[in-house]
T-cell receptor, first 109, second 110 residues
Framework: AQRVTQPEKLLSVFKGAPVELKCNYSYSGSPELFWYVQYSRQRLQLLLRHISRESIKGFTADLNKGETSFHLKKPFAQEEDSAMYYC???????????FGTGTKLQVIP | KAGVTQTPRYLIKTRGQQVTLSCSPI?????VSWYQQTPGQGLQFLFEYFSETQRNKGNFPGRFSGRQFSNSRSEMNVSTLELGDSALYLC?????????FGQGTRLTVV
């Protein structure tokens, strides 16, 4: 069955420290993976998708099919990065999506 | 372009009652999905509609149901409310793989 695992419920880092939010997936086909972010009192929104290979707000994520991972990384955390982050797997030809349970990132000033 | 709109924003209901939540997707989006968000369980998929047909369904009891109208607007209904149904209910419309979320309806069951 398709599954997305985000092992950390809460990740606390100091401002300026590197950030890595972990995401592992289980899917036998060719995955489409996304990261969504929810800032305080704002709606959930797309941060980045692996096929675009973009860097958004300094965040990058590389799909590692061997390790079935799609970890989200940023070299230097900023206070405004504090938010809830969800990893999502889209499958079935864009028809189905499975979200991870989310990781709360807390950047300590 | 207007975003995904959910009404009402807040609801308080008592156990045993039923509730209907509404979602208006972004114009042109035909796929509408519903999610339950709680601090303990994170984001859980309820169901997805496309062109008035339920395409996918999550692992929720039959008390949770939904429908979609010809204008793509969607409603979600929960019958015989339980305390554990208290959550933020999110609606998302999707186009070409990207989901756009509403601000949610905060349901409190007392």
């Amino acid at each position: 069955a398709q599954r997305v695992t985000q092992p950390e419920k809460l990740l606390s880092v100091f401002k300026g420290a590197p950030v890595e939010l972990k995401c592992n997936y289980s899917y036998s086909g060719s995955p489409e993976l996304f990261w969504y972010v929810q800032y305080s009192r704002q709606r959930l929104q797309l941060l980045l998708r692996h096929i675009s290979r973009e860097s958004i707000k300094g965040f990058t994520a590389d799909l590692n099919k061997g390790e079935t991972s799609f970890h989200l990384k940023k070299p230097f955390a900023q206070e405004e990065d504090s938010a809830m982050y969800y990893c999502a797997l889209m499958w079935g030809g864009y028809q189905k999506v499975t979200f991870g349970t989310g990781t709360k990132l807390q950047v300590i000033p | 372009k207007a975003g995904v709109t959910q009404t009402p924003r807040y609801l308080i209901k008592t156990r045993g009652q039923q509730v209907t939540l509404s979602c208006s997707p972004i114009s042109g989006h035909r796929s509408v999905s519903w999610y339950q968000q709680t601090p303990g369980q994170g984001l859980q998929f309820l169901f997805e509609y496309f062109s008035e047909t339920q395409r996918n369904k999550g692992n929720f009891p039959g008390r949770f149901s939904g429908r979609q109208f010809s204008n793509s607007r969607s409603e979600m209904n929960v019958s015989t409310l339980e305390l554990g149904d208290s959550a933020l209910y999110l609606c998302a419309s999707a186009l070409q793989g990207e989901a756009f979320f509403g601000q949610g309806t905060r349901l409190t069951v007392v």
